[in-house]
């Protein structure tokens, strides 16, 4: 079975991380800067970071209308907190000139879990994805306040002072989670990804 070539945006945030995780979970795993090289995979990794400096340098880079293009397409795309905020219809508490790519019809809260030392862990289940609760690490997290008709919510944290928020979700050919699977060693989000662009290839 040949791997599926799958990219990490590599603007800015845990490019590494997500391409080794990507690697162990049985992908060809690159980092996709330009539009040639977008061109050549099979799916793509917004990973984590800071959503308005990917914002900005995804216009910079050129980045932006061939990304609309593939994800209007039909290409997989897997966004990690500033990667679900790329990928929401609408964003609350973000920048007035703060654009992503609007392919997953919900609205998200930037920072919704609070600052960097209000960061945290904890269990949540993901439908799809076997074995026990996944350990998740939010990091100046955002929440889904809204979903659309057609979003299917993945998790959602339970138990603290969050519990209930909904933190993971998928439309269709595009995934997204509030928290940082790239940083736990656990590869099955990640697996369920390269599953996912190996179906749709």
């Known amino acids: 079975m040949t791997a599926p070539v799958i990219g990490v945006l590599a603007l800015q945030g845990d490019v590494r991380e997500h391409v080794a995780a990507l690697a162990g979970a049985g992908a060809d795993a690159r980092p996709v800067r330009r539009p040639a090289e977008l061109d050549a995979v099979d799916g793509l990794v917004i990973p984590g970071g800071e959503s308005t400096t990917i914002s900005k340098l995804a216009d910079i880079f050129e980045m932006r209308e061939p990304i609309d293009k593939r994800i209007a ?26 654009r992503g790519f609007a392919g997953i019809e919900m609205t998200v809260r930037r920072n919704a879990f609070g600052r960097q030392v209000d960061s945290f862990e904890a269990p949540v289940e993901i439908a799809g994805v076997e074995g026990e609760p996944f350990h998740a690490i939010f ?23 969050a519990a209930g928020r909904v933190v993971a979700v998928r439309q269709g050919h595009l995934v997204a ?10 590869l099955r989000l990640h697996r369920y990804f390269v599953d996912l662009v190996r179906a749709a290839a």
Request: aromatic share 6%; with cysteine; proline share 8%.
């Open 177 to 186: 989670t509030s928290f940082h699977p790239e940083l736990t060693g656990d």
């Open 73 to 98: 397409g039909g290409m997989p795309v897997y966004g990690s907190c500033a990667g679900m905020i790329m990928l929401a219809a609408e964003v609350l508490d973000g920048r007035p000139d703060q």
């Open 139 to 161: 990091i100046r997290a955002p929440w889904v306040e809204r979903v659309g008709a057609d979003v299917e919510v993945l998790g959602r944290v339970s138990e603290g002072p």
